[in-house]
């Protein structure tokens, strides 16, 4: 999975940290949940989703809720 190594140590974290919690609840974590596990701000977690979206980890859905692109689902 090439996309994932031009992340930076803390986007990596985070996505490690969203595959799991999808692993468990099969839905990504709430952009606040996310920002208050790293001690972050939201504003600052939705930029990230924004630069994985540009990256081609994760989009947006119908509705406008992230998710794993198709081939992050099948990612270990």
């Known amino acids: 999975m090439s996309t994932t190594r031009h992340l930076t140590n803390l986007q990596s974290h985070v996505f ?3 595959r799991e919690f999808f692993r468990k609840n099969d839905q990504l974590p709430p952009v606040d949940y996310i920002a208050n596990e790293f001690g972050r701000y939201p504003n600052q977690i939705h930029e990230m989703l ?3 979206q540009k990256k081609g980890l994760i989009e947006r859905n119908v509705v406008g809720k992230w998710r794993f692109t198709r ?3 099948g990612a270990s």
């Open 16 to 18: 490690d940290f969203m």
């Open 50 to 52: 924004i630069s994985f």
């Open 71 to 73: 081939s992050q689902v």
